[in-house]
Nanobody, 126 residues
Framework: QVQLVESGGGLVQAGGSLRLSCAAS????????MGWFRQAPGKEREFVSA????????YYADSVKGRFTISRDNAKNTVYLQMNSLKPEDTAVYYC???????????????????WGQGTQVTVSS
């Protein structure tokens, strides 16, 4: 059974930082893209960031570019999202996702990903 488990969410003041982790189990994703999405109350789930299998290619939503950094450790089957200079508008549930297909995918759409975590709440106070 494949599981993605996020951790690292919490409450932080504006300007602060958090580091999210997503640990995968049940299969290895060292050949697959992984991503982070978020969903605020009353809004659709939106793309935040993604990383290709090797970690050499990363992708970001314009709203987080320059503030968030995605990385992965294939030996640990884990992907990370370092979030700096957090803003109240970053408040959302953050979800980790993994693709089952290897090779190129459209990193920015939810349908490209086959496995999802349960989400971790990030709340940024002003």
């Amino acid at each position: 059974q494949v599981q993605l488990v996020e951790s690292g969410g919490g409450l932080v003041q504006a300007g602060g930082s958090l580091r999210l982790s997503c640990a995968a189990s049940g299969r290895t994703f060292s050949s697959n893209a992984m991503g982070w999405f978020r969903q605020a109350p009353g809004k659709e789930r939106e793309f935040v960031s993604a990383i290709n299998w090797s970690g050499r290619s990363t992708y970001y939503a314009d709203s987080v570019k320059g503030r968030f950094t995605i990385s992965r450790d294939n030996a640990k089957n884990t992907v990370y999202l370092q979030m700096n200079s957090l803003k109240p508008e970053d408040t959302a549930v953050y979800y980790c996702a993994a693709a089952s297909a290897s090779g190129y995918i459209n990193y920015r759409i939810t349908s490209s990903y086959d496995y999802w975590g349960q989400g971790t709440q990030v709340t940024v106070s002003s």
